[in-house]
């Protein structure tokens, strides 16, 4: 029989192994939390939990969102795809980058510029990344990029409304690329690795073509399908820089066309599809080894009209293509059921994801971390959120107000309070002088301010 003290030790001792010998990538694993990124393209705020519209049916989306915090007035940095993403993953505004619009010279882009995958590869991580995530600009710094998913070949049932292609497609979810893309994402999950990991998993849909399989669109009869809310005389009073633009031709042929509500039925089941590869892909991530420490990011890139202001499309710097779903689950800092009404925008994105994974990324940002807010959704905030259509066109979205000045010296002031469809354009007045001169001030500033050529919107 040892001492007491000798007791102590050996049992100390014969302990120490497992501490001292456990393998490297546990220790990895425990500093740097696995990291789930879903992108979705083209979503605006027609999910269950944002209510932009009464008959979307995303209970997926929706219970991502009741494990964390849930961003209720988030926006995307810029209405098209590629200057979205490239805020979201290098946590700088187009203004700084110079990634504008889909007319962007990527020959002048800095190629040094800091991503989120190459910060993540820094400090150890396992970096993948599945179908439409950052553009492929940044493809080499991820360990695995694999862009394209394909369907299977199946006939389209839907016939184009005023050259907008929507479904149904016959077949079933397998046939298509965002289930592909899901299945390949699980198999990621389940993979035994030993470093932690980012996936990052990109579903195409709701972008155009609008399709989806036959089942979805069954669950929206067309008969009862509710057309957005609008207003004939709305752009009555918008600078005319805003509504004369390509897609505007098409968009109303589309408001003219009889068939105008198969356009919102097949937007409400692709989102819907979409809605279920995510239930997959959250199901699969529960019964990973790592489900309980992993932190889940989902966020579109940019919203959509869809008969707001005649208008089916991006490109706008109205709410309809800012407002963003934005979900961030992280263990041990968000709550579950938490909703941040603050104004944002996904200029924080990298940033953010970075504070909570632990992964350093630094430089001289437009964005910040959302920490503060995550763990108390009251804290202090003072940063509006802004969307830039081109070099000199921006939107301003504060708690109440959505400010928008467009290059040619043209302005928009809405009053959300009042106004949730910005049917109201009170820039005019004079009652709201001294609030645009304090709104003014929040727009970025270009280094090409005033120099470039219109960019041509993507459409
Ligand atoms: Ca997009
Ligand atoms: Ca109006």
Redesign the pocket.
């Known amino acids: 029989m040892l001492p007491a003290p000798v007791q102590w030790l050996a049992l100390a001792l014969a302990a120490m192994p497992i501490a001292s010998f456990a393998s490297p990538s546990e220790h990895t694993e425990a500093a740097h939390p696995d990291v789930l990124l879903i992108f979705i393209?083209?979503l605006n705020d027609w999910v269950g939990y944002l209510g932009g519209h009464p008959q979307a049916q995303t209970p997926n989306i929706d219970r991502l969102a009741a494990r964390g915090a849930a961003f209720t007035n988030a926006h995307a940095a810029a209405p098209?795809?590629t200057p979205?993403?490239t805020a979201i993953f290098t946590g700088l505004r187009p203004t700084t980058t110079g990634v504008i619009g889909s007319s962007t010279d990527w020959a002048k882009v800095d190629p040094l510029l800091l991503t989120l995958p190459s910060a993540f590869g820094r400090s150890g991580y396992q970096r993948v990344a599945l179908q439409?995530v950052d553009h492929e600009h940044w493809a080499t710094d991820w360990d695995h990029y694999q862009p394209g998913f394909q369907n299977r070949s199946r006939p389209t049932l839907g016939k184009p409304i005023a050259t907008f292609h929507i479904g149904p497609i016959d077949g079933v979810d397998a046939d298509h690329a965002d289930h592909r893309a899901v299945v390949a994402a699980i198999e990621r999950l389940r993979a035994h690795r030993d470093q932690p990991l980012l996936l990052a998993v990109g579903l195409r849909k709701p972008?155009l073509p609008i399709q989806a399989p036959k089942a979805y669109f069954d669950a929206f009869p067309i008969e009862e399908v509710e057309f957005p809310a609008y207003r004939e005389d709305d752009l009555d009073d918008v600078p005319r820089i805003a509504h004369h633009r390509p897609g505007w031709r098409r968009s109303a042929a589309a408001m003219a066309s009889p068939r105008r509500n198969e356009i919102v039925q097949a937007y409400l089941a692709t989102v819907a599809f979409i809605d279920a590869q995510i239930g997959l892909l959250i199901d699969a991530l529960d019964q990973s080894p790592n489900a309980g420490s992993t932190i889940v990011v989902l966020a579109?890139?940019?919203g959509w009209h869809l008969g707001e202001k005649g208008y089916f499309g991006?490109t706008t710097l109205w709410e309809e293509t800012t407002h963003v779903p934005f979900i961030i689950v992280a263990p041990g800092v968000t709550k579950p059921g938490s909703r941040i009404d603050r104004a944002v925008d996904l200029v924080h994105f990298a940033p953010t994801v970075s504070d909570l994974a632990g992964v350093p990324f630094a430089g001289d940002l437009d964005g910040t971390s959302l920490r503060p807010l995550l763990e108390d959704p009251n804290a202090p905030w003072d940063r509006p959120a802004i969307t830039t259509g081109d070099d000199a066109s921006h939107a301003v979205r504060t708690d109440r107000w959505r400010y928008i000045r467009y290059r040619d010296g043209s302005e928009e002031l809405y009053d959300h309070s009042s106004d949730p469809h910005e049917w109201v354009n009170l820039a005019g007045s004079a009652d709201h002088a001294r609030l645009l001169v304090e709104l003014r001030r929040h727009l970025p500033k270009s280094r090409t301010w005033g120099s470039e050529p219109l960019r041509q919107p993507e459409e």
């Open positions: 393209d083209d098209t795809c979205s993403r439409k972008h579109s890139d940019h991006k």
